[in-house]
């Protein structure tokens, strides 16, 4: 029998408020069943083919009712009908003929799965449609002999565990088990499995599903996108035939709404040593792995195992995949360019799975051959467990066996309506007799909070309603409302409603934000207010009813709240997110912003984490600049992670992968201390951990060109951070040498090019770095600098411990035999970037540093007022040199764009020249370089009084314990300030006279 291949759609959204203030541009475009991706960056495309390409971005319009249908006149849009006519209807006729069914949409987060499948409002997905056409054909049903028969389940895997969500009580920590059996593969024991009988009970738990997924989502925020939810129809078709036997005709309809793709392979690609830890994404990626095993087989390679025995949900799926099954796959797409990377992963991905071929056959059989197996293997495994001597294991299993065969033949003795009975009062039980109308009724009346989550179709689903009187919010048992997770006390809220007014006030010690802000007091509520319990347990509040607005809560989603809440910390933000217009920087800037977004969140929750537990550690995020590393000033930017011990004030860089590898981490390990777990104590397996690391301080750049003259470079360059804030000052000394190692006199080379093809030696020096912070700040730091140069091993200085004022002792020489076009070049247009690296936990070195003493020394004199006014004029000048070096870089800039601006006009002339065939020789190049030479020279000088002034002050600070002294130093260090003033401004006003000149020469 031919296989069935697994069928694919495409589908993609419109955009989303994100990508719209993004001014985003869409890179999808379909044709008949072709969908071609457009890459931002070079406009290069791919197309793939699918069984069915969705276009759901535009052409649509809203119907009085709230219904997206296609725009009148156009045929582009594909609706939520549409979609089910294609891929639902198919699932459906294949449950009438007794065939297994699956659907599963993928895709990354916020793509468009949920809408698919569950849809929103009166947009209704897959399933509920599926669900409903099903009972609409059912109640045409008039055979009297023919009994159809519908359960349903839903579960929800997370983080390796299954959790049925049909069962609103607490449900044990390691969740449901997976088991095995001939007959039904794999199947989760102990999972309900409720008999129904409309549209509008499945309607019912569907809802009480949700809500039960977002109770657990609310009380550890990350589960909703990183958990996958099943919801399995099972369809019985008992037919009775005139010999009063009966035949079973069944399928089970497996609708699958996957995490977010993005998280599939984010394990095992952070170079983290915890590389195997997390389950949380285990389901996903082993997902990944067979489907292209599956496509592998399908290709014909053989001896091809298929992992499906690795995680929960490939086990589960394992008859939809390659098995017993007709199976559709949703590819949900987002249309944004800032999306690509993830979008084309997706379609790849689609690509692969549209190989997989099932072999799906009619599940059909005697009812009484059914009713014979089961009491066979009872029979079987009494005598396996009556022979005894077997591991105490195997019995236990066997007996386990045979409870499940007993629980399984007395529900086949029972009739459906006894099911369904039974089915209604466990239903009334659970709900304690509450009609969900009734407590709908509330919120219509009453001001409530509704619950804010980052997945949508979990937002708005739980509304905690304000009575007239007192309403408590906490973990306690006693509070009105149990509200758990991250940061939240046994009491965290009081809140009162006087009938007209509502006023919400923290617990002491609670923590809670008021639309972006810290709530301090008791404060009245506005209609709207944006709150937030602890570190995520977000609501929005809904005020009288006289205040509300048709639609007006719409606005306030997740991200509204994440970004009031980061502007409110600082983050330099407006509610605007950046545009991108069509700018390939601006993209990038665009999606580094989003990601630092996202990442807010995560660092909180991971810092709440730490205090919890106990660590002492502190995350934050920041904005990492790789140009700081390189030497032509390239690179883009990228989030980094600076991880603080806030006891040791030992530090780390995470990249955001390990980071968020690390999160997943932590929540497990948070969950398990919830649970009351004992924790494990090993370093080993602990994700606040790491062994001590050298971080990246800061780095200055340095350009080579002077080099090329054969003019030296000795400065104090300053090193910046990522922030660009001073981390340390540096002399960097860079000389000519001749064969012999001997200084090389500038007088000799005019022009680079008399350096072709001879000898060229240098070397560079770091005698000197000054007011290293690293290493002020704890002295029980070390700090090492390093550089490569010409694309050599990187040269590295030994690490100096514990001084703010350091020799490194740091020499190296570079030969070059013979130079190059290449090597003249490479001066000209490069830097060296010297970089500077912190070391910790290293030997503790000085006693009693230089400024321990000096801050005895001040404390131990009666001047005090004299001292510390004396230290802010210091300080004044410090401020000052440090303005006057910036000056002086500016300058130096000005003077390199002139220069190249006189390379251009000097070509120009040499081509005008070689026309005249004059044998004039203007000598520019002599003249340029001369000019150039005496300018860095000046500069050197300008270099050398600056560091004259550093020393003095240091000399002020450290060294002087009388004030006399100090005087003396600062009135010098007046003087000099003003020389190198006067200095500075001399030597630019003569370079631009000489480049005036030059000029002026090359135009006669
Ligand atoms: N075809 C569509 N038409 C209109 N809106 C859509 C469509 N698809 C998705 N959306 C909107 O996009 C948002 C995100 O969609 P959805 O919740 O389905 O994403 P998801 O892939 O399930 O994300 P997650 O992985 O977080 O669960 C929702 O607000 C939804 O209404
Ligand atoms: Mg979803």
């Known amino acids: 029998m031919p296989g069935d291949s697994v069928k694919v759609a495409v589908r993609v959204r419109p955009f989303n408020q994100r990508e719209k203030n993004a001014g985003s541009s869409c890179i999808i475009s379909m044709s008949g069943d072709s969908t071609t991706i457009k890459n931002p960056e070079n406009g290069s495309t791919k197309m793939f083919a699918f069984d069915y390409s969705y276009w759901s971005h535009d052409s649509f319009q809203e119907n009085g009712e709230g219904v997206f249908t296609p725009r009148s006149g156009s045929t582009k849009y594909t609706d939520q009908r549409r979609v089910f006519q294609d891929l639902g209807q198919g699932v459906l006729d294949n449950a009438w003929q007794g065939y297994n069914a699956a659907l599963f949409a993928y895709g990354q987060t916020g793509s468009g799965k949920s809408y698919s499948m569950i849809g929103y409002g009166p947009n209704k997905g897959i399933v509920p449609i599926t669900c409903e056409e099903l009972f609409k054909a059912i109640e045409t049903n008039k055979d009297s002999q023919k009994q159809l028969q519908v359960s349903f389940s839903m579960l929800e895997i997370y983080n390796e565990k299954v959790k049925d969500l049909l069962v609103k009580s607490k449900q044990a920590t390691e969740g449901l088990k997976i088991r095995q059996n001939p007959q039904a593969g794999f199947y989760v024991d102990g999972l309900r499995n409720v008999p129904v009988r409309n549209y509008k009970e499945i309607e019912k738990l569907m809802e009480q599903g949700t809500v039960n997924r977002t109770t657990a989502s609310t009380n550890m925020n990350a589960t909703s996108s990183r958990s996958h939810m099943v919801i399995t129809i099972r369809f019985n078709q008992v037919i009775r035939n005139a010999g009063g036997e009966s035949n079973t005709r069944s399928s089970d309809i497996n609708l699958v709404d996957l995490a977010g793709s993005e998280r599939a392979d984010s394990t095992g690609a952070t170079g983290d040593r915890l590389k195997e830890g997390s389950a949380i994404n285990q389901s996903l990626s082993t997902l990944g792995n067979v489907i292209s095993a599956l496509a592998d087989i399908a290709g014909g390679k053989k001896n091809v195992l298929v992992p499906y025995r690795n995680s929960v949900l490939t086990k589960l799926l394992q008859t939809a995949l390659g098995g017993n099954s007709r199976t559709i796959m949703i590819a949900a797409l987002s249309p944004a360019d800032i999306n690509y990377d993830e979008t084309l992963s997706t379609l790849r991905y689609a690509d692969r799975a549209k190989k997989i071929q099932n072999k799906a056959v009619v599940n059909e059989s005697p009812t009484d051959r059914l009713i014979r197996e089961l009491k066979e293997e009872n029979a079987r495994l009494m005598a396996a467990l009556g022979k005894g001597g077997g591991k105490a294991d195997d019995s236990e299993e066997l007996q386990r066996l045979l409870r499940e065969n007993e629980r399984r033949m007395a529900d086949m003795d029972k009739t459906w309506e006894q099911k369904l009975e039974e089915a209604r009062r466990e239903w009334e039980r659970g709900h304690g007799g509450v009609d969900h109308e009734e407590e709908q009724a509330e919120w219509r009346r009453l001001p409530y909070f509704t619950n804010v989550n980052e997945d949508t179709q979990l937002s708005g689903v739980i509304k905690h309603c304000l009575r007239v009187g007192e309403t408590t919010f906490g973990k306690s048992s006693t509070a009105t409302y149990i509200i758990r997770g991250l940061g939240i006390q046994e009491q965290h809220a009081i809140i009162k409603n006087s009938g007209s007014k509502v006023t919400m006030e923290p617990v002491k010690g609670a923590k809670i934000y008021v639309n972006g802000i810290k709530l301090k007091a008791k404060q009245e509520l506005c209609h709207l207010s944006r709150i937030k319990f602890g570190s995520s347990c977000l609501f929005l509040y809904v005020g009288q009813v006289s205040e509300r607005k048709a639609n007006d809560e719409k606005e306030y989603d997740y991200d509204y709240f994440m970004a009031e809440l980061a502007e409110h910390r600082g983050v330099a933000i407006d509610l605007q997110t950046p545009k991108i217009n069509e700018s390939m920087e601006n993209l990038k800037s665009y999606v580094l912003f989003q990601e630092f977004m996202d990442l807010l969140p995560q660092i909180s929750e991971a810092n709440a984490i730490s ?98 003259y054969c003019v030296e470079i000795d400065e104090h360059f300053t090193l910046h951070n990522y922030h660009g804030k001073e981390e340390a000052v540096m ?73 703010g004022y350091c020799d490194f002792g740091l020499k190296h020489r570079v030969r070059e035999k013979k130079v190059t076009q290449e090597f003249i070049n490479y001066l000209q247009t490069h830097s060296l970037v010297v970089e500077l690296w912190g070391s910790q936990g290293g030997p503790y070195q000085s006693t009693l540093n230089e400024e321990d003493q000096i801050h005895q020394t001040f404390n131990g004199s009666n001047g005090h007022a004299q001292s510390d006014d004396v230290f802010s004029q210091l300080k004044n000048k410090d401020l000052e040199i440090e303005h006057l070096t910036k000056d002086l870089d500016a300058m130096k800039k000005d003077n390199f764009n002139l220069k190249k601006k006189l390379d251009k006009q000097q070509t120009q002339i040499d081509m005008k020249k070689q026309r005249r065939a004059s044998t004039t020789d203007v000598g520019l190049d002599a003249d340029l370089a001369q000019a150039l030479r005496l300018f860095f020279k000046d500069v050197k000088t300008v270099q050398g009084q600056i560091s004259e002034i550093k020393e003095y002050a240091k000399m002020s600070q450290h060294g002087s314990s009388d004030n006399g002294n100090i005087k003396k130093a600062l009135g010098k260090q007046e003087q000099k300030l003003h020389e190198v003033e006067s200095k500075l401004s001399g030597c630019v006003d003569s370079l631009k006279e000489s480049v005036a000149n030059t000029l002026r020469k090359a135009k006669r």
């Open 611 to 708: 205090l919890e537990l106990n660590k002492g550690v502190k995350f934050e995020a920041e904005i990492k600049t790789p140009a700081s590393h390189d030497a032509l000033q390239h690179g883009g930017k990228e989030v980094i992670i600076q991880v603080t011990n806030e006891k040791t004030k030992k530090v780390w860089i995470w990249s955001k992968e390990k980071f968020l590898h690390r999160k997943d981490l932590m929540e497990e390990l948070y969950c398990r201390y919830m649970d009351g777990e004992s924790l494990p104590m090993g370093r080993d397996t602990d994700p606040f951990w790491d062994p001590v690391e050298d971080i990246f301080l800061g780095s200055c750049h340095i350009m080579l060109q002077s080099l090329s």
């Open 731 to 803: 002399r960097v000394k860079i000389f000519p040498l001749n064969d012999k190692g001997e200084y090389l006199g500038d007088e000799s080379i005019v022009e680079p090019r008399e350096l072709l093809g001879k000898p060229f030696n240098f070397e560079i020096s770091i005698p000197e770095c000054m007011g290293v912070r690293w290493c002020s700040e704890d002295r029980s730091r070390g700090v090492y600098c390093k550089f490569t140069i010409i694309s050599k091993e990187p040269v590295k200085s030994q690490t100096v411990w514990g001084k």
